[in-house]
Each structure stands twice: as structure tokens, then as C-alpha cells.
């Protein structure tokens, strides 16, 4: 992706907007233009509920170098409120407390830096939720 792009996409990122095909049902995240399932290219945006919890997860400890920073994470499957599932960066977690169930919710977060500009591209990760 190109850094002109990543700023084009930075809001709807942060809203968590997918699309579901008209015909089938399906919803995907991120956008693609066709459907996996039934091949319909009628597609409408939604807007993803920002809640959901890991279905399962996986410690990624090999990353490449403009990610070092951040390594090692967790990425997990999450099923979000309505249903769908995303997979997604852990965030603001200890990685040995995630489990299947946990309940998190979506975050703008910092994802990386480009090393030249200095320009920052932020995305969405998934944090516990807490308990009030
Ligand atoms: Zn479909």
C-alpha cells in the first residue's frame, strides 16, 4: 500500500467499515470489490461493531524489520458482536493472559512509521475491554 492510500483509508480504518454482499450476505473486512462466496460484485458498505472476542490467536514472533518495535504480538480471530469475523493486531495485552472469549474492542493505534518521511500510518488493533 502506498503512503498516499494509507492516508486515504486512515478514517475508514478507524471506523471498522467492511462490506456485505448483496446477495448472499457476506460480510467482509477489509473491503474487497467481490465475493468470496457467491462471486456477486454487489457489495454495500457497513459499519462493523467495534466489540467482539478472540476465537482463537496466535503469538507472531518473525516480523519484518519496520515492525521490530513492536514484535513479539498477537494476532487474533475475532468475532465481532454482529457475527463477523476479522482477524486483527492485540494491543495494550499481556501476551500470556489472551484466551479464547476475551472480550475486546477496536483502537486506533500507531501501526508503523515510514523510515525517510517520518510519516505515521495509524490502524486499527484490538484491546481487552476492561471491566467498569
Ligand atoms: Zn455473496
Redesign the pocket.
Known amino acids: 500500500m502506498t503512503e498516499i492510500s494509507d492516508w486515504r483509508y486512515r478514517i475508514e480504518r478507524y471506523r471498522l467499515i467492511g462490506v456485505r454482499?448483496r446477495?448472499?450476505g457476506?460480510v467482509y473486512y477489509p473491503k474487497r470489490s467481490k465475493?468470496i462466496?457467491?462471486g456477486?460484485s454487489d457489495l454495500e458498505e457497513v459499519e462493523l461493531p467495534k466489540r467482539g472476542r478472540v476465537v482463537e490467536y496466535t503469538i507472531v514472533r518473525l516480523l519484518p524489520d519496520r515492525y521490530n518495535r513492536f514484535h513479539p504480538y498477537a494476532v487474533a480471530l475475532i468475532e465481532l458482536d454482529d457475527g463477523t469475523r476479522i482477524y486483527g493486531q492485540l494491543t495494550d495485552v499481556d501476551l500470556d493472559k489472551i484466551h479464547e472469549g476475551m472480550e475486546v474492542e477496536a483502537t486506533l493505534r500507531k501501526l508503523y512509521e515510514y523510515g525517510e518521511s517520518g510519516q505515521i500510518v495509524y490502524g486499527i488493533k484490538f484491546r481487552p475491554v476492561l471491566s467498569r
Do not use: L, N, P, Q
Open positions: 454482499c446477495r448472499c457476506s465475493c462466496k457467491c456477486s
